[in-house]
């Protein structure tokens, strides 16, 4: 890789990732940690990224909070996926839907249908639905996470537990053969597992890139929900497991149903 392109690749990095480490560039370009630097010293110079401890970022991204990171993480798989689970959700139903990035793209493609019932736990959720189309939406209380705008815990849970929707939609961080759908959060596991409980269809949305992870906390096995919707098919001991749960498996651009 010449110069020049290095620089371009290490742009196109930071667009996505907002910032990134010395270390982890000098892995992903294959060259060594001091090549790194000097490729980074006129970036700088010139103002076009701001150097860090031990990394860079872009200056427009620097402030920006984790969950507008994870928004632009996998974005267009997250897209295909909301804009398939949209298509299933009628005008005038209700829906249930934890905080999550592909949750929060599955709500702004939610935004031609009219007269929708939502209930969330995310301010990102309930703003982009609420006051539009004849929509009632619901916002579960308690205090507001600042990363992320959503808010947790037993005031939360026992809130959506009054509800009963037609579509409970969560999202979730990782989904493993064996433990079945989790996340890296007590709260937000129990939330998911909550909301899960109060739809007639219960619906896991989740990119590609979460198959085969291990997360901290359990949400549920494959027993605990009816579908899940993701963006490629997911790997075999994934798919079997789903298989045997007599869960559906939706896929953007092709559907199995088990």
Avoid: W
């Amino acid at each position: 890789m010449v110069h020049s392109k290095r620089h371009g690749e290490i742009l196109r990095l930071l667009q996505e990732e907002g910032t990134v480490t010395i270390a982890s560039l000098a892995d992903r370009l294959g060259v060594s940690l001091e090549t790194v630097r000097r490729d980074v010293k006129p970036l700088t110079a010139d103002g076009s990224v701001l150097k860090m401890h031990g990394a860079i970022g872009l200056p427009s991204m620097i402030g920006e909070a984790p969950f507008e990171r994870r928004m632009r993480e996998n974005a267009d798989a997250k897209r295909v996926i909301a804009r398939m689970v949209a298509a299933t959700i009628r005008d005038g139903e209700s829906i249930m839907l934890d905080t999550g990035t592909t949750t929060s793209f599955l709500a702004r493609e939610l935004l031609g249908h009219r007269r929708l019932t939502v209930v969330t736990n995310s301010s990102d959720i309930a703003r982009t639905l609420a006051t539009i189309n004849g929509n009632k939406v619901y916002m579960a209380g308690g205090e507001l996470r600042s990363d992320s705008g959503a808010a947790f815990g037993i005031s939360a849970i026992e809130f959506v537990s009054r509800f009963s929707v037609s579509h409970a939609i969560i999202s979730t961080g990782a989904v493993d053969a064996v433990t079945g759908v989790m996340d890296y959060d007590l709260e937000e596991a129990e939330f998911a597992r909550m909301v899960l409980s109060r739809g007639q269809r219960s619906l896991v949305v989740t990119d590609h890139t979460k198959f085969g992870r291990q997360g901290l906390v359990q949400v549920c096995g494959f027993d605990g929900f009816s579908e899940l919707a993701t963006d490629r098919a997911p790997p075999h001991d994934v798919a079997a497991a789903l298989a045997q749960a007599g869960a559906r498996l939706s896929i953007a651009g092709g559907e199995v149903a088990f």
